[in-house]
């Protein structure tokens, strides 16, 4: 069964930092293709970055390119989010997904596992 745990979120002051990590378990080979989500109050969930199993990023969200980097443990399974100057607009929930099958799609109902979410809220 696989499991995610999301932790790194908090309350930053804008132009802040914070680093989240996604922790897995339950995946049974190397090179998932895994990313991060976000869901605002009253707004659809959307990708924000996303990795395949080689490492390579298959996306970023453009409000947030130069200021998040995506990056992963592939031995470990982990996947982690550096975000930099912090906007209140990236005020979220913030999940991490993974998909197991070939493909590191576009929207969120194309990953069958995810985290519980972590809050990261600026002000």
């Known amino acids: 069964q696989v499991q995610l745990v999301e932790s790194g979120g908090g309350s930053v002051q804008a132009e802040g930092s914070l680093r989240l990590s996604c922790e897995s378990s339950?995946?049974?080979?190397?090179?998932?293709?895994m990313g991060w989500f976000r869901q605002a109050p009253g707004k659809e969930r959307e990708r924000v970055a996303t990795?395949?199993?080689?490492?390579?990023?298959?996306y970023v969200h453009p409000s947030v390119k130069g200021r998040f980097t995506i990056t992963r443990d592939k031995d470990k399974n982990a996947l982690y989010l550096q975000m930099n100057s912090l906007r209140p607009g990236d005020t979220a929930m913030y999940y991490c997904?993974?998909?197991?099958?070939?493909?590191?799609?576009?929207?969120?109902?194309?990953?069958?596992?995810w985290g519980q979410g972590t809050q990261v809220t600026v002000s």
């Open positions: 997904a993974v998909r197991l099958n070939t493909g590191c799609p576009t929207f969120p109902r194309d990953f069958p596992y």
């Open positions: 339950g995946i049974t080979y190397r090179g998932p293709c």
């Open positions: 990795m395949d199993g080689d490492g390579t990023i298959i």
